[in-house]
């Protein structure tokens, strides 16, 4: 069964650049998968960031950007502010109406 | 502006079952095909069925394949998800999504919890 992988945790400065990346356990992540980022604080509803890879979702301010880098998908943030301190999710769509979640990145903004 | 308002969680014994609804507005249900994602204490999403705007198809995740099923009412705007032969790993947070494309979700609903437990 494939796995779609994220860095379970990752810390930037205030100001700061952050990449988070999602993979496949086996093989490479392409456009095909058209990834998608989601962002989640435990409690409250998750919000969507990117979707059909690079697509920012509406409202979603331009620090926050999707791309292929390499093998993987990833998502970029620039000028990290403590609100961005979450969860991170991406989803890989399998094909045939099925998608499925990475295990998160919990990003600490410190 | 988009709303999705989830209803019908609650407690519920191992082997029971629940019906959980989201009653969506603020566009055409019925151009979209719609999600249920769950999160579980403690764990990650996890993307759980999803419908065609039609209702013709259906999509599941393995580990609900032939407990759960998923419907809609494009009448009624309303989503629903049928859960049957509930197991202690279904407790979580149940969610509907409004999806763009058939790839990803772009805009949920609040959630509705889901406890099972004797």
């Known amino acids: 069964q494939t796995v779609v992988t994220q860095e379970p945790s990752f810390s930037v400065s205030p100001g700061g650049t952050v990449t988070l990346t999602c993979g496949l356990s086996?093989?490479?992540?392409?456009?095909?998968?058209?990834p998608s980022w989601y962002q989640q604080t435990p409690g409250q509803a998750p919000r969507t960031l990117i979707y059909?890879?690079?697509i920012r979702s509406s409202g979603v301010p331009d620090r926050f950007s999707g791309s292929i880098l390499g093998n993987k998908a990833a998502l970029n943030i620039t000028g990290a502010q403590a609100d961005d301190e979450s969860d991170y999710y991406c989803v890989l769509y399998m094909g045939r109406g099925i998608k499925v979640f990475g295990g998160g990145t919990k990003l600490t903004v410190l | 502006e988009v709303q999705l308002l989830e209803s019908g969680g609650g407690l519920v014994q191992p082997g029971g079952s629940l019906r959980l609804s989201c009653a969506a507005s603020g566009f055409t249900f019925s151009n979209y095909v719609m999600s249920w994602v769950r999160r579980a204490p403690g764990k990650g999403l996890e993307w759980v069925s999803a419908?065609?705007?039609?209702?013709?198809?259906?999509y599941y995740a393995d580990s609900v394949k032939g407990r759960f099923t998923i419907s809609r009412d494009n009448s009624k705007n309303t989503l629903h998800l049928q859960m049957n032969s509930l197991r202690a790993e279904d407790t979580a947070v149940y969610f509907c999504?409004?999806?763009?494309?058939?790839?990803?979700?772009?805009?949920w609903g609040q959630g509705t919890l889901v406890t099972v437990s004797s």
């Open positions: 999504a409004k999806e763009t494309g058939n790839t990803a979700m772009e805009h």
């Open positions: 419908i065609s705007g039609s209702g013709s198809n259906t």
């Open positions: 086996s093989g490479s992540v392409s456009t095909s998968y058209y």
């Open positions: 059909g890879t690079n």
